[in-house]
């Protein structure tokens, strides 16, 4: 693992994720460029100390031929390089969204992992979840009939508990800063989220996009706010909401998809149930792993782990892509996650929303 130390969100998760299902172990590690810091994530995370690295490109030179893959947990600046680097060296590589902070790099990854014959993933998290698994296989199956329209909300109110002067919040404090973040915060950060589960959920992908960004916190030079309308394959429509500074949010991650003879909605925050709404029909209630979901969706049933009325979340989700992408390392094809193309695919729609708002407001293609 390169990133992830001490104090950091994601490294624990990753790590809480591989464990899971006795996924993978972590053998290697370059946590932090902070010496102590490196020392303590190891001493914690009971890593030998002969297999801690000062740098990232002395665990990929000293490790390539004795690792399966490299999980890359860093801040978006460097995802490029050390993924690439790992790739050239012949490892597989989870990497943390986004894939690199430009649509070119992004394609340069998924040509060079193909040409290498390696695999690389992206860690999209919602697609993990059973019950977003459930409402694909329910678009693909013809439950919702033809796709006209998917709205998708993903707001947070994390920038509104920040002294952008003196940030209190050192997980949020760097994706305020381009030079470590990229051109975008919002869009980039979560906005990309949104845009997968929407292709991933129905099947269908973002043809063009009109955006409308905005900058709403004191001092922050990023977009933290974005308001964005997108055409779909087949027709189709959807519209996206995220946002940083919605005061009070938590994480609200809310989908919604309307087909011609039915609708579905998912709400993240209460993950383990999905409505499907009939026009002259009752509403149906569908449970995580209920006795009757492994019938209506196979994926859903493989997703989960515990007896229905037991939560399961983010960190099960997550330990879903762990699950499938280490089989497929090993070989195997048992479940479905995010790759190269779903990193390419975001970093298109980024490029396109940004080049959109720049542009007053006007249609831009992904």
């Known amino acids: 693992m390169v990133g992830g130390g001490r104090g950091s969100f994601i490294g624990p998760i990753h790590r809480m994720a591989a464990k899971m299902d006795d996924s993978a172990i972590l053998v290697a590690g370059c946590f932090s460029r902070d010496k102590k810091e490196n020392l303590k994530t190891a001493e914690e995370t009971g890593l030998k100390s002969d297999r801690l690295y000062s740098s990232w490109q002395s665990l990929i030179e000293k490790e390539k031929g004795n690792i399966d893959f490299l999980t890359v947990c860093t801040p978006n600046d460097s995802h490029y390089e050390i993924t690439k680097a790992a790739l050239e060296s012949g490892i ?15 394609e340069k990854i998924e040509k060079l992992a193909a040409k290498k014959n390696l695999l690389v993933a992206v860690p999209f998290t919602y697609t993990g979840f059973p019950m977003v698994k459930l409402a694909r ?5 013809g439950e919702l009939g033809k796709i006209c ?60 996009v009109l955006s409308d960004i905005s900058s709403f916190a004191p001092g922050n030079t990023l977009d933290d706010d974005a308001s964005i309308l997108m055409r779909l394959d087949e027709g189709a429509k959807a ?43 009752p509403e149906r209630i569908y449970k995580r792993n209920t006795p009757y979901i492994g019938a209506v969706s196979p994926m859903a049933a493989a ?36 790759t190269a193309y779903e990193g390419v695919r975001t970093m298109r729609f980024v490029e396109a929303v940004l080049k959109s708002a720049r542009s007053g407001s006007r249609w831009m293609q992904v």
């Open 239 to 281: 519209a996206m909401v995220t946002s940083k500074v919605a005061t009070g949010e938590e994480n609200g991650v809310r989908v919604r998809v309307y087909g011609d003879k039915a609708s579905l909605f998912w709400n993240q925050e209460l993950p383990n149930q999905l409505s499907v709404k009939y026009p002259n029909e």
């Open 92 to 106: 597989h590589v989870l990497c943390e969204k986004p894939l690199s902070l430009t649509r070119k790099e992004a």
């Open 137 to 141: 296989e329910l678009v693909s199956g």
């Open 149 to 208: 329209k998917a709205n998708i909300e993903y707001v947070q109110g994390s920038f509104r508990k920040i002294n952008f002067k003196k940030p209190l919040d050192k997980r949020n404090a760097w994706k305020m800063d381009p030079s470590k973040s990229g051109p975008s915060c919002v869009v980039a950060d979560i906005g990309v989220h949104g845009a997968c589960l929407i292709e991933y959920i129905t099947g269908l992908e973002i043809k063009s």
């Open 303 to 338: 997703a989960s782990r515990i007896p229905s009325g037991h939560d399961e979340g983010f960190i099960e989700a997550f330990a879903n892509i762990y699950r499938g992408f280490c089989a497929a390392v090993a070989g195997e094809n048992k479940l479905d996650f995010p």
